[in-house]
Structure formats: C-alpha cells, structure tokens
C-alpha cells in the first residue's frame, strides 16, 4: 500500500500530517496537495452513519473539495495508542498543521515542544482566528468574527447599510489558510537549509489585517474615509460598482483611470451632455443614476457584447456555472469539472513542475499501521536517496 502516486509539482516529496479540521486547515492542506505535497489528514473514528454514508463533516467525501489530493487516516487522539501513531506519522513528515484552540494540541501530547524534539526540522503551522496569544485567543469564533476583529468588514458596506459579510473568503481562505501556506513553505526553505524547524502561530486576524494594508497606506495619506460606500474601490464611486439591467442580472464596472472611464461612458450610449465630471464627488449620486438609467436599458448579455474586447472595464457578472463555460475561463482550464462536480484548478502555474490535476476527493481510509511502515524520517529517505 502507498499513498504516493506519481506527485507532480513543487512541493512533490514534502511530506505534511493535518490534524482534520474546519475552514482554514483543510484548505491548507489542499493548497500543499494541489502542489505536489503528500499529505495526510488524521481524522477521528467516524461514527457508523457517516461510514455507512461516505460523509466528511456532513457532506459527502466527492464533494468535499477541501481534501483533494489528501490522503485520511484515523486516530483516537484520546488514546496513548492514537498519540503515539501520530508522534511517529509526525517523525516522518517536514510539516504538521494543526487548528485547535491554544493549548489542545499539548494536551493531547502533540505539542509543538513534543513534535519538534523528536524532529528538529519539523515545521509546525498552528492555524487559528485569533492566534496563539492576546485575550481572545482561546474564544471561539468564526470568519465574519475574525474579518470584524481587523476592521476589514467594517469597510464592506454600501454607505448608510450594514457591513456584507464576504462569504468566508477571507478569514478562513485569504487571511487564514493561503498566509499559512506561504509561511510553511517559507519555513520549509529555512529549515532544509539550517534542519531547523519552527512553529507558526498563522492567526487569521493576522492575515486579515495584512491584506488591507494598501488601505491603511491610503488612510494615512488622507485617501480612504473611513465611512464605508464613500471611497473608490467600496462601492462609493459610480464607476466602480455593479448595475443591474433589463433582464435583472448584473454587470460589474471598474472604469477607475481617464481613459477607461471615457472609454466606458462613451459606449453607453446615452446623452452625455450634461453628464458631471468622473472626479466631482458631490455629483456622484447623480452620475450614479444615470448610470444606471443606462444599464437598465439592455440585457446583460448584450451589455457584455457592446463592451466586449474593450479598455472600459466592464464585464458581466457571472454565475459558478457561468464561469465554467466562459470562452477565456475555458481556454486557460480556470476550472474542471471532475465526476460532475466543479473543481477550481490548482494555483498558481508552474512552467516546469505543474500542479496535482484536480481529482475528486477520496472518500477511503488508509491502514494507519500499513502507513507507519511505510512512512520513513526525512533524513532516511535523503540517505536513501
């Protein structure tokens, strides 16, 4: 038995052990196996049910696209005989991702002090919302609580509306599990040139906050307000914002610069005399309207044929299956679908060492006894190889 197919990517031969979670570690987990990495998730036992059904977390395993490419075992963490598997999976791996709550993982004795005096280059990525310190870090929260805690949702308001939570895009997946994944394979180049680990403390507060920091370089520069709808990029400016049209459906517009705003008004059609200009802010609710007078002239689709091959920065706004069969989506494979479910293709691209092709996830068990033995220590294998 192996876990290891024919890897292709940058990450092939890296090794990673996940302790299974929600949100941001199997995302995790997902960006290393996407790029090669072999990676194993260490679940509980699962109940009767969900193995009768072939479930992960209530859902079914082929549409849990968050464990593509990852391999699952299972491990009573409340056992000696769970924690010493782990301890031994974690002695032949270069990463070990965990998500609880500080201080969970030392209690189950799969601390990062036990991990890593066993296996000095280990790195061991702690994913949580609110980090491994401060007075919040043992509460419990979710992506909306985290995007709040930073400020960012704050600005994610229409002016005089209440703050659009987006999605869990990015507390969990931006702020959260792509910053950690950064900083694993960060730690991965530094410890195989020192073979010395580290811990990270991945805090989605922390990545959160790092994302907006053009904005609070536009704050202190006396360009952001931070009374949300009424900047550039917040859906203040009329011509950067969505409209809706005849047949209901939306186009989006981001005609920031001159010559793309000329370009964008102009195929409009309309009787722009008496038009304000693209900078008079106190004008904007005006210009706002007509715009949208505009808009609600045509179809979407016809919107998109008038602007289509042109600098004025409009496009349609687009469905999931929309997306999937849209002519530049198609040519550049943006998406797959794999056994009927639509899968984002790996990201970014490699010239010379391409991503895992998307596969659905795999909804069996490895033997934890057959991996162990398999599974040797990253300096056998460099002996050995």
């Known amino acids: 038995m192996t876990t290891e197919t024919t890897r292709t990517g940058p990450l092939a031969g890296v090794r990673a052990v996940a302790l299974a979670g929600m949100g941001p570690t199997p995302f995790a987990s997902m960006?290393?196996?996407?790029?090669?990495?072999?990676?194993?998730?260490?679940?509980?036992?699962?109940?009767?049910?969900?193995?009768?059904?072939g479930q992960t977390e209530g859902m079914a395993a082929e549409h849990d696209l968050a464990n593509r490419g990852v391999a699952t075992v299972q491990a009573d963490l409340k056992s000696a005989d769970g924690v010493r598997a782990v301890r031994r999976l974690a002695d032949a791996a270069e990463v070990f991702i965990e998500g609880y709550r500080p201080g969970v993982a030392e209690r189950l004795g799969l601390g990062p002090d036990v991990l890593l005096a066993s296996n000095p280059a280990l790195v061991y990525a702690r994913l949580t919302g609110y980090g491994q310190s401060g007075p919040l870090s043992r509460q419990a929260g979710h992506?909306?609580?985290?995007?709040?805690?930073?400020g960012a949702l704050h600005a994610m308001a229409r002016a005089g509306e209440a703050p659009r939570p987006p999605i869990n895009l990015l507390g969990d997946y931006a702020g959260g599990a792509l910053v950690a994944a950064y900083g694993i394979v960060s730690a991965l180049l530094s410890a195989r040139s020192t073979g010395r680990g580290q811990v990270l403390d991945?805090?989605?507060?922390?990545?959160?906050?790092?994302?907006t920091a053009k904005i609070q370089g536009l704050r202190a520069a006396g360009r952001y307000r931070d009374e949300?709808?009424?900047n550039y990029l917040d859906s203040g400016a009329p011509f950067y914002d969505t409209y809706r049209c005849a047949d209901g459906r939306y186009v989006a517009v981001g005609a920031l610069e001159p010559d793309f705003y000329r370009e964008f008004v102009t195929r409009l059609g309309a009787d722009l005399s008496d038009w304000p200009d693209q900078d008079d802010?106190?004008?904007?609710?005006?210009?706002?309207?007509?715009?949208a007078e505009a808009f609600a002239a045509k179809d979407r689709d016809e919107w998109a044929r008038i602007y289509a091959g042109t600098d004025a920065c409009v496009t349609p706004v687009l469905t999931f299956d929309e997306a999937a069969e849209h002519p530049h989506n198609v040519e550049r494979a943006v998406y797959e679908r794999v056994d009927g479910v639509l899968h984002p293709r790996p990201a970014p691209r490699f010239s010379r060492t391409p991503g895992v092709e998307p596969s659905?996830?795999?909804?069996?068990?490895?033997?934890?006894?057959e991996l162990l033995a398999e599974w040797t220590s990253p300096a056998a294998r460099a002996q050995s190889a």
């Open 228 to 230: 949300p709808g009424t």
């Open 281 to 291: 802010r106190a004008n904007w609710p005006r210009l706002r309207a007509l715009i």
């Open 360 to 369: 659905a996830p795999d909804a069996s068990v490895l033997d934890l006894d």
């Open 31 to 53: 960006l290393l196996a996407d790029l090669g990495a072999e990676v194993v998730r260490v679940a509980r036992p699962a109940s009767r049910r969900a193995r009768a059904l």
């Open 202 to 211: 991945a805090a989605m507060i922390d990545g959160v906050a790092l994302l």
């Open 143 to 150: 992506d909306i609580n985290y995007v709040a805690q930073t």
